[in-house]
């Protein structure tokens, strides 16, 4: 399986900030990496598919990249609602795997 | 509008079994892969299967393989899971979502929670 890691677990941030989250394949996996945000009690929300193209209706602030092994998502501008946790899911091979997660909390 | 409900969770005893359902609606189901995801309480999200619009395909994590079965009724827009020989370590909130690689829409969850 290919196993997915996520650097920092957790983060502390101000509003305004510049926040960047990493992930790490055990193996290479082409783009094929999504970013997911979960706020408490609810179901997560698709942020970006193939490392870095958007999903619809998501804000500009948010970007992705990378390629291979490791893919970052960078949120430009930290706004209050972007207070939450962040997972990666690879898709290239099966089973699917997602990250650990990483909380972003308010400073 | 998309919209996902799961139901069919609860209590259930170590090695009982559980059929959870997601009614689908707002888009053409029989044209989507469908995926079920699980995330233990105050855990992270954790991949459980997939299954092909058409049935021809289905996947499962290695942990469920051969407990968890995953079907889909295209006539009744539903996506199921049957989960045979529960453990404790299948507790957890399940979703169904739309997609078989990056899955977009989401429900909002049904809890399982094996204990005696």
């Known amino acids: 399986d290919i196993q997915m890691t996520q650097s920092p677990s957790s983060l502390s941030a101000s509003v305004g900030d510049r926040v960047t989250i990493t992930c790490r394949a055990s193996q290479g996996i082409r783009n094929d990496l999504g970013w997911y945000q979960q706020k408490p009690g609810k179901a997560p929300k698709g942020l970006i598919y193939a490392a870095s193209s958007l999903e619809s209706g998501v804000p500009s602030r948010f970007s992705g990249s990378g390629s291979g092994t490791e893919f970052t998502l960078t949120i430009s501008s930290l706004q209050p609602e972007d207070f939450a946790t962040y997972y990666c899911?690879?898709?290239?091979?099966?089973?699917?795997?997602f990250g650990q997660g990483t909380k972003v909390e308010i400073k | 509008e998309v919209q996902l409900v799961e139901s069919g969770g609860g209590l259930v005893q170590p090695g009982g079994s559980l059929r959870l359902s997601c009614a689908a609606s707002g888009f053409s189901f029989s044209s989507y892969w469908m995926t079920w995801v699980r995330q233990a309480p105050g855990k992270g999200l954790e991949w459980v299967a997939n299954?092909?619009?058409?049935?021809?395909?289905?996947y499962y994590v290695d942990s469920v393989k051969g407990r968890f079965t995953i079907s889909r009724d295209n006539a009744k827009n539903s996506l199921y899971l049957q989960m045979n020989s529960l453990r404790a370590e299948d507790t957890a909130v399940y979703y169904c979502?739309?997609?078989?690689?990056?899955?977009?829409?989401w429900g909002q969850g049904t809890l399982v929670t094996v204990s005696s």
């Open positions: 899911l690879q898709y290239n091979s099966y089973p699917r795997t």
């Open positions: 299954i092909r619009e058409d049935e021809s395909e289905k």
């Open positions: 979502a739309r997609g078989g690689l990056v899955p977009d829409y």
